[in-house]
Antibody
């Protein structure tokens, strides 16, 4: 069974840092494109970053230079280091497999999300 | 960046009726277009990829069409569990981009 479980969310002050993790079971992160997607409260979906073998990583302009995506193949986990956080980074952060797994197909598996709140 | 525009923002329909949702890309995305369904408090669920291929386990009442810049998601006969927000997303180029969503609500 495929499972993606995010952790690490919470309340942080503007300018602060937070590290999100996504523990994956049922497939190997090293063999797939892995992304972070976020959703501000009451708003739509926003792709944040992707990591994959042979290229990338890529970032949305809104987080470039502040966020760093990485993966630990031995632990089969995905991470997102978030620095210089801003109130507009407040969102539920989802990890997701994609947009490529066996083929280009968008995001076919998602975690349940972890809430990041940036506020003083 | 490719901008994805969905219309309408809200679609009010009755159970059993047909629903047609539109998604327009600001530039050509070929058939690299996916549709997702999201219910309150849940993660999105992949419905359609490659503009017209149903994902695993998705009922046949969901269908997708289009290529290039114009895309459509059709739900042939709405069931109670289909009332949700639907998003389109292009994966033709980085950065990946989503549409703003269409909320399908009960009439």
């Amino acid at each position: 069974e495929v499972q993606l479980v995010e952790s690490g969310g919470g309340l942080v002050e503007p300018g602060g840092s937070l590290r999100l993790s996504c523990s994956v079971s049922g497939f190997t992160v090293s063999s797939n494109y892995m992304s972070w997607v976020r959703q501000a409260p009451g708003k739509g979906l926003e792709w944040v970053s992707v990591v994959y073998s042979g290229g990338g990583p890529y970032y949305a302009d809104s987080v470039k230079g502040r966020f760093t995506i990485s993966r630990d193949n031995s632990e089969n986990t995905l991470s997102l280091q978030m620095n210089s956080l801003r109130p507009e980074d407040t969102a539920v952060y989802y990890c997701a497999r994609g947009p490529h797994s066996s083929s280009w197909k968008g995001f076919d598996y998602w975690g349940q999300g972890t809430l990041v709140t940036v506020s003083s | 960046e490719k901008v994805m525009t969905q219309s309408p923002a809200t679609l009010t329909v009755s159970s059993g009726e047909r629903a047609t949702l539109s998604c327009r890309a600001s530039q050509n995305v070929n058939s690299n277009l996916a549709w997702y369904q999201q219910k309150p408090g849940q993660a999105p669920r992949l419905l359609i990829y490659g503009a017209s291929t149903r994902a695993t386990g998705i009922p046949a009442r969901f269908s997708g069409s289009g290529s290039g810049t114009e895309f459509t998601l059709t739900i042939s006969s709405l069931q109670s569990e289909d009332f949700a927000v639907y998003y389109c997303q292009q994966y033709n180029d980085w950065p990946l981009t989503f549409g703003g969503g269409t909320k399908v609500e009960i009439k």
